[in-house]
Every structure is written in structure tokens, then in C-alpha cells.
């Protein structure tokens, strides 16, 4: 008995190294699967206008919908971590938006934020969603707070993670790259996507190697496509900053932000926080541009703590 329980273990191992090895890419799917699973994530897909949508999905089915959405060259999986306190009371919503993660990818789109926020707003009415409570981190919370604007009648509440969309008193050290023509966020080679995990968090996220090899070879396939999306997006944060339409924010804004992000800076708080009337910042030391995988235990208890007294003021 015990020659054959160390032979099938012998077996189990050898699989599971020819796979890692042999297989990453799907090895790593595999690991995203199993950790979604166990976070209490669906992994779904809907039609919208014809194409698939993939999402993300957690929690009760008739409970309040929370609609979580990623920043530029994320994906889904951003907010796991986030979504497994929250999806106990609400239900959690985190869509790939297009052009990232598993969504379509057409060089001939539009990716404006305009674009994007009817592109979620047809994502939730394909769902049969009405109103909701919406959140985003960088690119999505730009786009989050621009669905708040466009679509006030149908956010409950906001959440807004270290948010483009408005200029800051000081600039980032992403600006300033960007000001000399560069681009830190999209990557050529794996040593550049390791010095774009460095730059993006304060202190690295650990990361299985299977997990960060599928996520650089990822970035590196997709880094022509995500360029031009980058300097498009760059063009209208410049030319289109939200910071004169804060006043017209209605809903209940929770603002997090991490103290040391070199994207976006701090400063940006002060002025969402002046902007919006019924809004509440907190700010998290030695944590960079996305608290939600630098801290999702405590951002997302801010979060759940922000929704529970959004559900007090409305009753």
C-alpha cells in the first residue's frame, strides 16, 4: 500500500512538472482557474452585440450588483483577491474590458473613454443590470468616474483606485516619461516587464514563475496594440481631464490610493476630494498604483465599509 501511494505520488509530481514545463501558458490558466474557484469566482461569458464578453462573477445572485473594472494592459484576475471579501454581500461584476485580457483585441476600435463606458454600459444591460455600484483602478477608474458622469441615474455608489482621468498639483513619474516619449507600461522582453512590475507596485508582488512567464509573454505579444492605446489615452487625459466636472459626481465616492505610486500621483486625491462633494479618501503608505493586489484585504474592507454606509444613507 504504501509503495503504491509513493508511486502514484511519484506519478502526480512528474505530471504536474512536464506540464509546468512543457505547457505553461495553459499550466497557467490552469492555476487561475483553480485560484478563481477558490476565491469564489465564476469564470462566464455573454454576448454583446454579437461577441463574446468574458467576466468574472461571485456572490449572491440577487444581491447588489458591484461592477469592478481593471486598468490599462490588467485583466480580470486583477481583482481577485478584492472581489473574495466583497462577494459575500454583493454581487461582484469584473468584466475584461475590450482590448485587454481575454476580450476581443481590434486594432480598428475604438478605445477612447467615451467608448468605453458604452462599451460597459452595454456590457450591463446585456446582464439585465440597471443600477449598480461601480468601481475602477487607473484606466477603468477613469472610465468608472466617466460612466458615473454620463450615467447618474444608474451608479448607486463609486469606487475610484488611484484613477486617471484627472490632473494632479504635481506630476508622476510616468507623465515625465511620457513627456520625453516613453512609454514604461508596455513591454518588449521580460526584463522589461519586471521592471514594470517594479514600477507599478512599491514593494513586488510575488508571483508564481509560470504565472509571470504567461503574463510577459502576454504583455510582449500585445505591446505594438497596447502602445497606441496608451498614447491616445495619454492625448485625452491631457486634453480631456475630468477635473471641472467633479461637481457633477452625484453618487457616494470612496477614493483609495496608494502614497508612493509613481503613475499617478497623490495629489490627485486632493483634487477628486475637493471636486466631489459626497466623497471619502483614504490613502495607504508604502503601497503603489494598485492597492487592490498591494493591499486587497484592507482596501477591500474601505470598500465594503463604503458600500455599507451607501446602504444606510439610502434607507
Known amino acids: 500500500m504504501i509503495e ?3 508511486v502514484l505520488t511519484a506519478i502526480v509530481i512528474a505530471v504536474f512538472l512536464f506540464l509546468r514545463v512543457a505547457y505553461p501558458q495553459q499550466f497557467a490558466n490552469g492555476l487561475l482557474l483553480a485560484a ?3 476565491l469564489g469566482m465564476r469564470t462566464r461569458s455573454i454576448d454583446v452585440d454579437g461577441k463574446p464578453w468574458p467576466y468574472l462573477e461571485g456572490g449572491p445572485v440577487s444581491g447588489e450588483v458591484l461592477v469592478l473594472l481593471h ?4 485583466n480580470k484576475d486583477n481583482w481577485l483577491l478584492y472581489a473574495f471579501k466583497l462577494r459575500r454581500e454583493y454581487r461582484v461584476v469584473i468584466p475584461d474590458l475590450p482590448g485587454f485580457g481575454d476580450n476581443g483585441k481590434d486594432p480598428g476600435a475604438d478605445y477612447s473613454m467615451a467608448a468605453q463606458v458604452e462599451n ?17 483602478n487607473s484606466m477603468g477608474g477613469f472610465i468608472a468616474l466617466k460612466f458615473a458622469l454620463t450615467h447618474p441615474d444608474r451608479v448607486v455608489s463609486l469606487a475610484l483606485l488611484n484613477n486617471a482621468g484627472v490632473l494632479g498639483k504635481r506630476q508622476s513619474e510616468l507623465e515625465l516619461a511620457a513627456e520625453r516619449g516613453e512609454n514604461p507600461l508596455t513591454v518588449s522582453s521580460a526584463a522589461e516587464f519586471d521592471k514594470l512590475l517594479e514600477f507599478v507596485t512599491y514593494r513586488r508582488i510575488p508571483l508564481p514563475g509560470v504565472i509571470r512567464l504567461a503574463l510577459s509573454t502576454d504583455a510582449i505579444a500585445n505591446q505594438p496594440f497596447w502602445d497606441t492605446i496608451f498614447w491616445a489615452l495619454r492625448d485625452e487625459m491631457l486634453g480631456q481631464p475630468l477635473n471641472d466636472q467633479l461637481d457633477r459626481v452625484s453618487a457616494p465616492t470612496l ?15 486632493d483634487v477628486l476630494q475637493a471636486g466631489i462633494a459626497d466623497s471619502h479618501c483614504v490613502i495607504f503608505e508604502d503601497t503603489g498604483h494598485v492597492p487592490m493586489l498591494e493591499r486587497p484585504a484592507e482596501s477591500a474592507a474601505a470598500h465594503l465599509e463604503h458600500l455599507r454606509k451607501s446602504r444606510v444613507a439610502r434607507t
Open 120 to 136: 460597459v454600459r452595454r456590457f450591463v444591460d446585456a446582464l439585465g443590470i440597471e443600477c449598480l455600484h461601480i468601481g475602477g
Open 36 to 38: 478563481r474557484r477558490v
Open 71 to 74: 486598468g490599462f494592459a490588467g
Open 4 to 6: 503504491t501511494v509513493l
Open 255 to 269: 477614493i483609495i490610493w496608494g502614497r508612493h505610486d509613481r503613475l499617478i500621483d497623490v495629489s490627485c486625491c
